[in-house]
């Protein structure tokens, strides 16, 4: 009997690394699921930070990854594994992917995938994996954010930071949230957080001046290095800065570590990609139970700024290096 699957796939390959006319169509040779695996056809891809970074050679994909660029993707489950039981065939899902989210086809565990929240699209469904995942793991997880803190989040409207600021309202936390653009302070605003306009004013500044030099209890940064003195400044005793990127770099030079001792810091942070397959299980658990019913709610959702069809992936890599964007930029297979 014929499978009823097509060898190969189309993709979106590299020639080399570089910018982002590097990537072209492609094809592949279909995944083939492993036994604690699923085979989703791909209906929508998100595309992330860590995307740009492996398409110009700074982010490789571990070991036995699928070297295929897409850490996110939405669809349908069309073939599992012999020890998969929670899925079956034709159901819709959505899934944290260890590599291989730019194509027709993607194989992931079972245990990061999640159902779609009823009601949503495909492309809403494909636009959750990667920051939520991220945030529940850095913010909850490991900064233990409670409703009774304070939160300042940098890059406000990036994916990330709108799941940071709709988390943490939802909880009852006070979200304060940087940006560098009137129309992007606008959008944190209309999200609930209190708006900081890096670009017109001194974000430790203001909350110095907003908290009535108290701090916040956590800070959540992707910027790096030069925001790492103004971060422990901003801090309140006992307070945590978790690191989640470094786009303006690694490397924090003359750096007074004085604060840390005399407010007791906690510097922390991760990154999604490397954690084992338990972990991410764990986190996929406890967005099922806690992050799924809000979302199912109504309480918020995904903003959407731009949708792509996988051949011109190129054109959303542009956009996402302009940082004009505000929410998720998602590539269509459909």
């Given at each position: 009997?014929?499978?009823?699957?097509?060898?190969?796939?189309?993709t979106?390959?590299i020639?080399?690394?570089?910018?982002?006319?590097?990537?072209?169509?492609?094809h592949s040779?279909?995944?083939?699921?492993?036994?604690?695996?699923?085979?989703?056809?791909?209906?929508?891809?998100?595309?992330?930070?860590?995307?740009?970074?492996?398409?110009?050679g700074a982010y490789?994909?571990p070991?036995?990854?699928?070297?295929?660029?897409?850490?996110?993707?939405?669809g349908?489950?069309?073939?599992r594994?012999n020890?998969v039981t929670?899925?079956?065939?034709g159901d819709?899902?959505t899934?944290?992917?260890?590599?291989g989210?730019?194509?027709?086809?993607?194989?992931?565990?079972a245990?990061q995938?999640?159902?779609?929240?009823?009601?949503?699209?495909?492309?809403?469904?494909?636009?959750l994996?990667?920051?939520?995942?991220?945030?529940?793991?850095?913010?909850?997880?490991?900064?233990?954010?409670?409703?009774?803190?304070?939160?300042?989040?940098?890059?406000?409207?990036?994916?990330?930071?709108?799941t940071?600021?709709?988390?943490?309202?939802?909880?009852?936390?006070?979200?304060?949230?940087?940006?560098?653009a009137?129309?992007k302070?606008?959008?944190?605003e209309?999200?609930?957080?209190?708006?900081?306009?890096?670009?017109?004013q001194?974000?430790?500044?203001?909350?110095?001046?907003?908290?009535?030099?108290?701090g916040?209890d956590?800070?959540l940064?992707m910027?790096?290095?030069?925001?790492?003195?103004?971060?422990?400044?901003?801090?309140?005793?006992?307070g945590?800065?978790?690191?989640i990127?470094?786009?303006?770099?690694a490397v924090?030079?003359n750096?007074?570590?004085?604060?840390?001792?005399?407010?007791?810091?906690t510097?922390?942070?991760?990154?999604?990609?490397?954690?084992?397959?338990?972990?991410?299980?764990?986190?996929?658990?406890?967005?099922?139970?806690?992050?799924?019913?809000?979302?199912?709610?109504?309480?918020?959702a995904p903003?959407?700024?731009?949708?792509?069809?996988?051949?011109?992936?190129?054109?959303?890599?542009?956009?996402?290096?302009?940082s004009a964007?505000?929410?998720?930029?998602i590539?269509?297979?459909e």
């Open positions: 009997m014929s499978s009823p699957f097509p060898t190969t796939m189309r979106i390959s020639t080399s690394p570089g910018g982002p006319e590097v990537m072209q169509i492609g040779i279909l995944p083939e699921p492993k036994s604690d695996e699923v085979l989703i056809r791909v209906a929508a891809a998100g595309v992330n930070r860590p995307d740009i970074q492996q398409r110009k490789p994909p070991p036995g990854a699928s070297p295929i660029l897409g850490l996110e993707a939405a349908e489950v069309v073939a594994g020890n929670r899925y079956n065939i819709q899902v899934a944290l992917c260890n590599g989210g730019y194509a027709e086809y993607v194989a992931v565990p245990t995938c999640l159902p779609w929240p009823h009601g949503f699209t495909a492309i809403q469904a494909a636009a994996p990667e920051n939520y995942f991220t945030v529940w793991a850095n913010v909850f997880d490991m900064g233990h954010l409670q409703p009774s803190e304070t939160l300042l989040v940098h890059g406000g409207t990036s994916g990330i930071g709108i940071a600021i709709q988390f943490a309202i939802a909880q009852g936390s006070k979200v304060f949230a940087t940006a560098g009137a129309e302070c606008a959008v944190i209309r999200l609930g957080g209190t708006p900081i306009n890096y670009r017109t001194n974000f430790a500044d203001f909350i110095a001046e907003a908290t009535v030099n108290h916040v956590m800070v940064d910027v790096g290095a030069p925001y790492t003195a103004q971060n422990l400044a901003s801090l309140a005793p006992g945590r800065l978790v690191q990127a470094f786009m303006a770099g924090a030079q750096l007074n570590l004085l604060p840390i001792m005399l407010k007791r810091l510097i922390t942070g991760s990154t999604m990609r490397p954690r084992t397959a338990a972990e991410k299980a764990a986190i996929a658990q406890s967005l099922l139970t806690i992050i799924w019913p809000q979302l199912e709610a109504g309480l918020y903003i959407i700024h731009a949708t792509f069809p996988l051949a011109e992936a190129a054109r959303a890599h542009t956009l996402m290096e302009s964007h505000i929410g998720k930029i590539l269509t297979l």
